[in-house]
């Protein structure tokens, strides 16, 4: 069921930046991936069979779902030419995956986004899927154009690991970034190595973590089988759409509101402060497809 509770009002409230914010908003500027007067498109899709018993991702299910939400993203009904929207034969792709151990990126949406850049004509020879060794990576070195993809979690430091801080690796001391609860991530975005190049954003819920402490937590059962991605060009409206997400899923698990700690007020800041992207939800045009059973928005 949706929460019609959960306004741009709560999500500056809970994000501790709501004096601050109420401002900016006010003055805010164009930004990278869209216009303030214009709503940003982001896509939820969910598919009910895109794991097996054990919770594996089914490759076909998984290449069918980025193909359905690309598609959507970009008004086409043709998936190869939605993708020659994204990327040129001339293009360098590097493919910004995320490895931690316990929640990475699916092996088999990387393949499926290769094949797909592949089939958009980029030699397989100037494509790269990495996490940690981007700076030393030598397509990413060279790379033209970036593709964004992790799942999502709640995360000791920043409140949220997301899209926006997937490109931690891309600094060379990832650690003085994570200042004031990773205020400042989206300073990142700014650096040659990334700016402008980013084509699309992959935010992966198949089973994400909605609860944790301590900077390495994992626990199984504060996973569920969410079985979704969010899709989109601005990587501050999809990782504003997943934190509502997991808020939500913390409200039905603990049946009370409680907010993610510390707050993930990096995604607002990208917005008001750094002007990367929307993270208001008012802007945001949530496109939903699929399976809605239990959609928590």
Same mark, same amino acid.
């Given at each position: 069921?949706?929460?019609?509770?959960?306004?741009?009002?709560?999500?500056?409230?809970?994000?501790? +930046? =709501?004096?601050?914010?109420? =401002?900016?908003?006010?003055?805010?500027?164009?930004?990278?991936? !869209?216009?303030?007067?214009?709503?940003?498109?982001?896509?939820?899709?969910?598919?009910?069979?895109?794991?097996?018993?054990?919770?594996?991702?089914?490759?076909?299910?998984?290449?069918?779902?980025?193909?359905?939400?690309?598609?959507?993203?970009?008004?086409?009904?043709?998936?190869?030419?939605? /993708?020659?929207?994204?990327?040129?034969?001339?293009?360098?792709? !590097?493919? *910004? @995956?995320?490895?931690?151990?316990?929640?990475?990126?699916?092996?088999?949406?990387?393949?499926?986004?290769?094949?797909?850049?592949?089939?958009? !004509?980029?030699?397989? #020879?100037?494509?790269?899927?990495?996490?940690?060794?981007?700076?030393?990576?030598?397509?990413?070195?060279?790379? +033209?154009?970036?593709?964004?993809?992790?799942?999502?979690?709640?995360?000791?430091?920043?409140?949220?690991? @997301?899209?926006?801080?997937?490109?931690?690796?891309?600094?060379?001391?990832?650690? +003085?970034?994570?200042?004031?609860?990773?205020?400042?991530?989206?300073?990142? /975005?700014?650096?040659?190595?990334?700016?402008?190049?980013?084509?699309?954003?992959?935010?992966?819920?198949?089973?994400?973590?909605?609860?944790?402490?301590?900077?390495?937590?994992?626990?199984?059962?504060?996973? /569920?089988?969410?079985?979704?991605?969010?899709? !989109?060009?601005?990587?501050? =409206?999809?990782?504003?759409?997943?934190?509502?997400?997991?808020?939500?899923?913390? *409200?039905?698990?603990?049946?009370?509101?409680?907010?993610? #700690?510390?707050?993930? *007020?990096?995604?607002?800041? @990208?917005?008001?402060?750094?002007?990367?992207?929307?993270?208001?939800?008012?802007?945001?045009?949530?496109?939903?497809?699929? /399976?809605?059973?239990?959609?928590?928005?």
């Amino acid at each position: 069921m949706k929460d019609r509770s959960y306004t741009r009002r709560k999500f500056l409230k809970d994000s501790a +930046t =709501a004096a601050a914010a109420g =401002a900016l908003y006010m003055t805010m500027p164009k930004k990278v991936f !869209g216009k303030t007067e214009n709503k940003t498109k982001v896509v939820l899709i969910r598919n009910k069979g895109v794991l097996d018993d054990i919770l594996r991702p089914k490759q076909e299910v998984v290449q069918q779902m980025l193909d359905e939400a690309v598609t959507a993203l970009l008004n086409e009904k043709d998936t190869a030419n939605a /993708w020659k929207k994204l990327v040129k034969p001339t293009d360098t792709v !590097g493919i *910004k @995956s995320n490895a931690w151990s316990y929640l990475p990126t699916p092996e088999e949406l990387e393949k499926a986004i290769k094949s797909r850049v592949v089939d958009a !004509g980029v030699p397989k #020879n100037k494509i790269s899927i990495n996490d940690r060794g981007v700076r030393s990576d030598p397509v990413f070195k060279k790379a +033209t154009a970036l593709i964004n993809v992790r799942p999502i979690r709640t995360h000791n430091w920043s409140g949220v690991g @997301s899209l926006i801080k997937n490109y931690i690796m891309f600094s060379r001391l990832p650690f +003085t970034h994570h200042g004031d609860s990773c205020a400042d991530l989206a300073e990142i /975005w700014k650096f040659p190595i990334v700016d402008g190049k980013t084509r699309l954003n992959i935010l992966v819920l198949f089973t994400p973590l909605f609860h944790g402490s301590g900077p390495h937590h994992f626990k199984p059962k504060y996973t /569920w089988p969410y079985k979704g991605m969010l899709v !989109g060009l601005d990587p501050v =409206a999809v990782d504003s759409v997943g934190v509502r997400i997991l808020q939500a899923k913390r *409200k039905e698990y603990f049946k009370e509101d409680r907010p993610i #700690n510390p707050p993930p *007020k990096h995604i607002l800041l @990208s917005d008001t402060r750094h002007n990367l992207g929307t993270a208001d939800p008012g802007k945001i045009d949530l496109v939903k497809i699929g /399976w809605k059973e239990n959609i928590l928005i």
